[in-house]
């Protein structure tokens, strides 16, 4: 099936432990996202990368570090964890604008992984 | 500061009424705004997108209104169905790289 797919679903882990949560998109587009939904279900822009260079840095604590090794994966590190950090990630891509059969700008979004930090 | 609100945190309605949900924003210019669908426990699925030169657009029984004047999106569920029962948020488009600034999203619950 084409889509956005991330690993893990669900993440619980100490405070301080270092995590990651990798995002593979099969939709032949230029770029990803990295997006964060707190409690309160606002989501947030974290990083965005086109073609493997980051575009998008949003005020994010540097603990964060996004790494895409080719345009269709990006995969999201954060060290030293901290109960802040507990929130439902989401990996995102978009097709360049102007591409058939797609409108400027559409995002399409992973399930989400699920981190809780204990 | 830039803002983005949409009206109600909740909204309910009853089957095959029309459902009206709002996003207001400003010290904004967003070139384009989008819907967007989100299912419990799910990823958002977009809906619709509409430009600022653009003052509505239409997709099945769903349609969005653009107003850069009153600075507010509307979008509108015709003939509304339980299974339309979910979070819509709304989406502006801030600065280049298609980068996008979420609204809290309006829960819209549709009862039969």
């Known amino acids: 099936d084409t889509a956005v797919s991330q690993t893990p679903k669900y993440l619980v882990t100490q405070m301080g432990n270092d995590k990651s949560i990798k995002c593979e998109q099969n939709l032949g587009h230029d770029t990803m996202y990295w997006y964060k939904q707190d409690s309160k279900k606002f989501l947030k822009i974290m990083f965005s990368?086109?073609?493997?260079?980051?575009?998008i840095n949003e005020t994010v604590p540097n603990r964060f570090s996004p790494k895409s090794p080719d345009k269709a994966h990006l995969n999201l590190h954060i060290n030293s964890l901290e109960l802040g950090d507990s929130a439902v990630y989401f990996c995102?891509?978009?097709?360049?604008?102007?591409?058939?059969?797609?409108?400027?700008?559409?995002?399409?979004f992973g399930e989400g992984s699920r981190l809780t930090v204990l | 500061s830039q803002k983005i609100e949409q009206n109600s945190e909740a909204l309910n309605i009853q089957e095959g009424k029309t459902a009206t949900l709002t996003c207001n924003y400003t010290?904004?210019?967003?070139?384009?705004l989008q819907w967007y669908r989100q299912d419990p426990g799910r990823g958002p699925v977009f809906l619709l997108l509409?430009?600022?030169?653009?003052k509505e657009k239409r997709k099945e029984r769903l349609k969005v209104t653009f107003d850069t004047t009153l600075k507010q999106s509307l979008f509108h569920i015709t003939a509304s169905q339980p299974a339309d029962s979910a979070t819509y948020l709304c989406a502006l488009s801030s600065g280049g790289y298609n980068k996008l600034i979420f609204g809290a999203g309006t829960r819209l619950a549709v009862h039969p």
């Open positions: 995102a891509s978009s097709p360049p604008r102007g591409s058939r059969g797609a409108s400027d700008g559409e995002l399409f």
């Open positions: 010290n904004y210019s967003p070139a384009y």
């Open positions: 990368y086109n073609n493997k260079e980051l575009i």
């Open positions: 509409i430009r600022e030169n653009e």
